[in-house]
């Protein structure tokens, strides 16, 4: 353990350390605030860079051996809240939420109002613990919204751990020297605090910067890969997440189903309506069909009036899936922008267990059995033949399904019955149900 001897006989003079710790926080809160200027959809930047300046205004007034001008004790701490709300509200800003203001300025009142009574003198462990508590409300603040974000993006995610670690470490280091290790805090502890500042004004920013660079790597990726009108994948992102959706489930002995959709006499439609309406018919279908389907589920536009989907499922599922969407897109589409249309959609469908993905092959094998659904007198669902050569490979998957769902059943009957009771076998006959309903 670090003593006081130590410490003194180290190289690393504080007043310097404190000068450089200022020092690069005031650059980088400069450096954020240019970056806003050069791009100014990234809101959360000039938050940032506003905190810093704040911070390292704190810690001038907090490290001067000799200030220019007489200061309450209170503000430099204050200033210091006043930051960390303001870090919290850029991030708040940077994933599109509303600010909050009442948060920029409510930890620096809680700290001014407090220090006037007795209990919170200047040093002691009730003083320092306040600042830390206050710090651990920002703390979880803005760790719960990284965490909001954490499915969007994998550097949501580090920051929710980095920023959040950085931002604890470096406030609450006083409270746990002063605590557990007295003799170190009392001799020079600005030291290492000095040094933590100057770690935490880094890295935050550096990870700041690369959330910036994700963000805008994500905008430009969904941009590439979403159909505008309708908000489903396009043609190109469809095809290449089928493939990865075919293979995987290939590698296991697992079969895919790809359903067609076609919007009935679509060109009646906008021939009679105008093509306005024609493209509330195909948001339309397209809510119908997000809404009818799960999110593991790939759903897309393939051009027009032509639309797709892959699922995860045996060909013994989806007509109870496609008389979903299919009943449900003609409910909706009975009447749109207050005319009466009469939208309806034909549905055809093709099960793979290859596997070796060929998505063009099974493309067209759902396509001929949607022009069979259309031949067949439009507004229905059609089922392409089974795969050549798939039969043995699907009769393999489904007993290993039946014999997956009568495991969980047995569980769940062995789970409910009452602790006295004997052990029940389900009968040889009985075969459960394929899927749960979905």
Same mark, same amino acid.
Request: aromatic share 10%; proline share 4%; charged share 20%.
């Given at each position: 353990?670090?003593?006081?001897?130590?410490?003194?006989?180290?190289?690393?003079?504080?007043?310097?350390?404190?000068?450089?710790?200022?020092?690069?926080?005031?650059?980088?809160?400069?450096?954020?605030?240019?970056?806003?200027?050069?791009?100014?959809?990234?809101?959360?930047?000039?938050?940032?860079?506003?905190?810093?300046?704040?911070?390292?205004?704190?810690?001038?007034?907090?490290?001067?051996?000799?200030?220019?001008?007489?200061?309450?004790?209170?503000?430099?701490?204050?200033?210091?809240?006043?930051?960390?709300?303001?870090?919290?509200?850029?991030?708040?800003?940077?994933?599109?939420?509303?600010?909050?203001?009442?948060?920029?300025?409510?930890?620096?009142?809680?700290?001014?109002?407090?220090?006037?009574?007795?209990?919170?003198?200047?040093?002691?462990?009730?003083?320092?613990?306040?600042?830390?508590?206050?710090?651990?409300?920002?703390?979880?603040?803005?760790?719960?919204?990284?965490?909001?974000?954490?499915?969007?993006?994998?550097?949501?995610?580090?920051?929710?751990?980095?920023?959040?670690?950085?931002?604890?470490?470096?406030?609450?280091?006083?409270?746990?020297?002063?605590?557990?290790?007295?003799?170190?805090?009392?001799?020079?502890?600005?030291?290492?605090?000095?040094?933590?500042?100057?770690?935490?004004?880094?890295?935050?920013?550096?990870?700041?910067?690369?959330?910036?660079?994700?963000?805008?790597?994500?905008?430009?990726?969904?941009?590439?890969?979403?159909?505008?009108?309708?908000?489903?994948?396009?043609?190109?992102?469809?095809?290449?997440?089928?493939?990865?959706?075919?293979?995987?489930?290939?590698?296991?002995?697992?079969?895919?189903?790809?359903?067609?959709?076609?919007?009935?006499?679509?060109?009646?439609?906008?021939?009679?309506?105008?093509?306005?309406?024609?493209?509330?018919?195909?948001?339309?279908?397209?809510?119908?069909?997000?809404?009818?389907?799960?999110?593991?589920?790939?759903?897309?536009?393939? &051009?027009?009036?032509? =639309?797709? #989907?892959?699922?995860? /499922? +045996?060909?013994?599922?989806?007509? $109870?899936?496609?008389?979903?969407? *299919?009943?449900?897109?003609?409910?909706?589409?009975?009447?749109?922008?207050?005319?009466?249309?009469?939208?309806?959609?034909?549905?055809?469908?093709?099960?793979?267990?290859?596997?070796?993905?060929?998505?063009?092959?099974?493309?067209?094998?759902?396509?001929?059995?949607?022009?069979?659904?259309?031949?067949? &007198?439009?507004?229905? =669902?059609? #089922?392409?033949?089974? /795969? +050549?050569?798939?039969?043995?490979? $699907?009769?393999?998957?489904?007993? *290993?399904?039946?014999?997956?769902?009568?495991?969980?059943?047995?569980?769940?009957?062995?789970?409910?019955?009452?602790?006295?009771?004997?052990?029940?076998?389900?009968?040889?006959?009985?075969?459960?149900?394929?899927?749960?309903?979905?």
């Amino acid at each position: 353990m670090l003593d006081a001897a130590s410490l003194h006989s180290s190289l690393l003079d504080v007043p310097t350390l404190s000068f450089v710790a200022v020092c690069i926080t005031m650059l980088l809160g400069v450096f954020l605030i240019f970056a806003w200027l050069q791009q100014p959809e990234a809101h959360g930047l000039v938050w940032w860079g506003a905190a810093y300046l704040l911070g390292g205004s704190s810690m001038i007034l907090w490290c001067a051996p000799s200030p220019l001008f007489a200061s309450p004790r209170m503000l430099p701490g204050a200033l210091a809240f006043v930051g960390c709300g303001l870090i919290w509200n850029g991030v708040r800003r940077f994933h599109g939420r509303r600010l909050a203001p009442v948060g920029i300025y409510a930890g620096a009142l809680a700290w001014i109002v407090l220090d006037q009574l007795p209990w919170f003198e200047n040093g002691t462990i009730a003083y320092m613990a306040l600042g830390a508590a206050i710090i651990a409300c920002y703390t979880v603040a803005v760790a719960a919204e990284f965490w909001r974000e954490r499915r969007k993006s994998l550097y949501s995610r580090s920051g929710a751990i980095m920023v959040t670690a950085l931002h604890a470490t470096i406030f609450l280091l006083p409270l746990t020297l002063r605590v557990f290790l007295p003799n170190l805090f009392f001799v020079d502890w600005l030291t290492l605090f000095s040094l933590d500042t100057i770690v935490y004004a880094v890295g935050a920013a550096f990870i700041m910067l690369l959330m910036v660079k994700d963000h805008h790597v994500h905008v430009y990726r969904k941009q590439a890969s979403t159909d505008h009108l309708t908000g489903l994948c396009n043609r190109g992102a469809f095809m290449e997440a089928a493939f990865k959706m075919q293979a995987r489930q290939g590698k296991r002995g697992e079969p895919v189903t790809m359903l067609m959709f076609d919007l009935d006499h679509f060109k009646s439609v906008n021939d009679r309506f105008g093509h306005a309406t024609g493209d509330g018919v195909l948001r339309l279908f397209a809510q119908s069909l997000r809404k009818s389907t799960r999110t593991s589920d790939i759903v897309g536009r393939l &051009g027009g009036e032509e =639309f797709a #989907a892959m699922i995860a /499922e +045996p060909m013994e599922t989806v007509p $109870r899936i496609a008389e979903r969407i *299919r009943a449900s897109f003609e409910a909706a589409g009975a009447v749109v922008d207050a005319k009466v249309i009469g939208a309806t959609v034909s549905i055809g469908a093709a099960t793979s267990y290859a596997a070796v993905p060929d998505i063009d092959a099974l493309l067209l094998r759902a396509d001929a059995a949607l022009y069979r659904a259309k031949n067949d &007198g439009r507004n229905r =669902f059609h #089922a392409a033949n089974e /795969e +050549p050569g798939s039969e043995s490979v $699907r009769m393999i998957a489904t007993a *290993r399904r039946t014999k997956a769902l009568k495991g969980r059943r047995l569980r769940k009957l062995a789970g409910r019955r009452p602790k006295h009771a004997a052990a029940t076998v389900a009968g040889e006959g009985a075969t459960p149900p394929l899927l749960s309903p979905r």
